[in-house]
C-alpha cells in the first residue's frame, strides 16, 4: 500500500504551506516532547537535583530532532504499551543513556501534550498573523487606486445609491482589522500550562523538592522563560483549560465570516463582470463551456470558511464537558479541530493574497450599469434643480414619477434601455432645467464622501494598525498550489 492508496487529508497535502504543516506535523510534535523534557531537566538541575547530570543534558541537546528511525521505533513502542507519551519517553532514552532515567522527571503526559499544544497554537498565530497583514496592505492599495471610480451599490442586492470601488473595498479592509486586533490579542494571551503535575496540585514537584514551596513555584516560572513564555497558567487541572481553545478559535471563525463575505461579493461581481479575480493564462474554467471563467479561488474561500467556522463549536461542546480535573473525550477531537482550523487559516489567508494581488476592474462595463440606473437615482436631483428654478416640488414629483414609470415599463416590459432622460429633454415641463442635465448625471456626484473616506481610513486607520507590522510587509507573488 502506497501513500496514494491511503487518505489524506486535503488541507494538508493540496492546500495549506509547507510552514503551516511542519507546525502539526508529527516530526515537530515529538521534537517539541523532546525540548520539554530538555528544558525540565535543564530546570530541576539548576534548582538543586543532582540526580541530573551534564552528561544527561548534553545527550538530550544533541538528539532534540527526532528521526525517521526513532519515530518508526516509538510508533512499534506504542503499538505495544499503548501509550504515546510513554512510547517516547523510552524511545528519547534509548538514544539518551545517561538521562533515560531522569526524562519526564515529576512530570505527567500533559507537561508534553498540553504545553506543546500551546507552543504549536502561538507559532501557527506567528505563521497567519503575517499574512493578514499583508492581505491588508494589498487591499489598501487596491482602494486607494479605486477611491474615484463610481460603481453602483447594492442593498438586497437592488441598485442602491452610487458608491466607488475604492470605499466598497474599505469594508472589507475594516473587518480583516478587527481580524488582526483579534489575531494579536489571542497570540499575547497565550500562556504555558508549565509544571503542575497530575491533577494540577504539583505534588509530585514538592515531593522531589522535599517539599521546598519555593522550589517548586521557581521550577513553574523557569521553564516558563526556557520555553519563550511571558506567563505560566495559575492554576490547572491536569490539563489547561479547554476555555483556552475556545478563546483561540474564536478570532479564526470570526475571521472565517470576513473572508466568506469578502469572497463572496467578489463572486457576484464577477458576475456582473465589474471585477474578478485573477485567472491565469492557462487556466480552465470548465471542461466543457471552454469560455467560462469561474471564480473558482472565491469559491474555494467560501467553501473552507465555512469549514472554519465550523470549528469553534468543537471547542465550545469540548470545553463544556470535561470532568473536574481531566477527562480524555478531549483528546481525538482536538487532535484534528486545533490543526484543522490554522491550516484552513492558512489556505484562506494564502489565497486572499493571491486574490487581492490581481483583481481585474472592467471600468467600462461599471461605466454602463451606471448609465443604466443613473437616470432614476438622479430625479430627487433633478427635482431639487426644477424646485430652485420656481417650480413646485409635488407637480415636478408627479411629473417625473410618471415619466419614470413609463421608463421601467421600457426597460421591464420591451427589454429595452433606460430612456427617463430622453423623456424629460422631450417633455416641456423640463425645459428649465434641459442644459444642467450633463451636470446632474454625472456620476462623480452622487457617490458623496466615499473618496475623502478611503483617503482618511487608508491614511489614518490602516496605517496606524500597520505600523507595528512594517517589517512583515512584502510583495512577494503569491503562487498557490492547485
Known amino acids: 500500500m502506497t501513500e496514494y492508496d491511503k487518505y489524506t487529508t486535503p488541507l ?25 523534557w530538555l528544558n525540565l531537566a535543564i530546570a530541576e538541575k539548576e534548582l538543586g537535583l543532582d540526580v541530573i547530570t551534564d552528561e544527561a543534558i548534553e545527550q538530550m541537546k544533541a538528539n532534540l530532532i ?19 507519551v510513554m512510547a517516547h519517553v523510552h524511545t528519547f532514552g534509548e538514544t539518551c543513556p545517561a538521562a533515560a532515567g531522569i526524562i519526564h522527571l515529576g512530570a505527567t503526559s500533559c507537561y508534553v501534550t498540553d504545553n506543546a499544544d500551546l507552543i504549536f497554537l502561538r507559532d501557527a498565530y506567528d505563521v497567519i498573523i503575517p499574512k493578514l497583514v499583508n492581505v491588508i496592505d494589498r487591499l489598501s492599495k487596491f482602494a486607494m487606486e479605486y477611491k474615484d471610480l463610481p460603481v453602483l451599490g447594492w442593498t438586497h442586492f437592488q441598485p442602491a445609491q452610487l458608491t466607488t470601488l475604492g470605499k466598497r473595498s474599505t469594508l472589507w479592509i475594516q473587518e480583516l482589522l478587527w481580524d488582526l486586533r483579534n489575531f494579536v490579542r489571542a497570540r499575547n494571551d497565550l500562556g504555558l500550562r508549565g509544571v503542575k503535575g497530575t491533577t494540577g496540585t504539583q505534588a509530585s514537584f514538592l515531593a522531589l523538592f522535599h517539599g521546598n514551596h519555593d522550589k517548586v513555584e521557581e521550577l513553574d516560572e523557569r521553564v516558563t522563560e526556557l520555553l519563550g513564555f511571558d506567563t505560566v497558567y495559575p492554576v490547572t487541572g491536569q490539563t489547561y483549560s479547554r476555555k483556552i481553545d475556545i478563546d483561540v478559535l474564536a478570532p479564526l471563525a470570526s475571521f472565517a465570516a ?12 464577477a458576475n456582473l463582470k465589474e471585477v474578478e479575480e485573477p485567472f491565469e493564462k492557462s487556466q480552465i474554467g ?7 471563467r469561474n471564480p473558482m479561488r472565491c469559491e474555494r474561500v467560501c467553501s473552507l470558511a465555512r469549514h472554519l467556522g465550523s470549528l469553534y463549536s468543537d471547542a465550545v461542546q469540548t470545553a463544556s464537558v470535561q470532568w473536574f480535573e481531566r477527562t480524555l473525550d478531549d483528546s481525538a477531537i482536538r487532535r484534528i479541530s486545533l490543526p484543522g482550523a490554522f491550516l484552513t487559516t492558512d489556505i484562506l489567508l494564502s489565497t ?13 462595463v461599471i461605466e454602463r450599469r451606471i448609465k443604466s440606473e443613473l437616470p432614476f437615482m438622479a430625479t430627487e436631483n433633478i427635482i431639487m434643480a426644477m424646485v430652485e428654478k420656481g417650480a413646485s416640488r409635488q407637480d415636478v414629483h408627479e411629473n417625473i414619477r410618471v415619466l419614470s414609470q413609463q421608463a421601467s415599463d421600457v426597460v421591464k416590459k420591451q427589454g429595452g ?22 451636470t446632474l448625471l454625472k456620476p462623480s456626484t452622487f457617490v458623496g464622501r466615499a473618496p475623502q473616506q478611503v483617503e482618511k481610513f487608508v491614511s489614518r486607520d490602516v496605517k496606524n494598525a500597520l505600523e507595528p507590522f512594517q517589517v512583515m510587509i512584502n510583495n512577494e507573488e503569491v503562487k498557490l498550489n492547485v
Not at 16 to 25: K, N, R, V
Not at 417 to 432: G, K, T
Open 352 to 364: 486572499l493574497l493571491n486574490i487581492s494581488s490581481g483583481l481585474v476592474v472592467y471600468p467600462k
Open 258 to 269: 470576513t473572508a466568506h463575505k469578502m469572497a463572496t461579493d467578489i463572486r457576484l461581481l
Open 12 to 36: 494538508s497535502s493540496r492546500y495549506a504551506s509547507e510552514e503551516m504543516s511542519s507546525i502539526f506535523s508529527l516530526r515537530n510534535r515529538f521534537s517539541t516532547w523532546r525540548k520539554l
Open 66 to 84: 527526532i528521526t525517521d528511525k526513532e519515530l518508526a521505533r516509538a510508533s512499534a513502542q506504542e503499538a505495544i504499551v499503548r501509550h504515546d
Open 417 to 438: 434601455e433606460n430612456d427617463l432622460i430622453e423623456r424629460i429633454q422631450n417633455d416641456a415641463f423640463f425645459e428649465p432645467i434641459w442644459k444642467d442635465l450633463d
Open 286 to 292: 470548465s471542461s466543457a463551456m471552454a469560455y467560462k
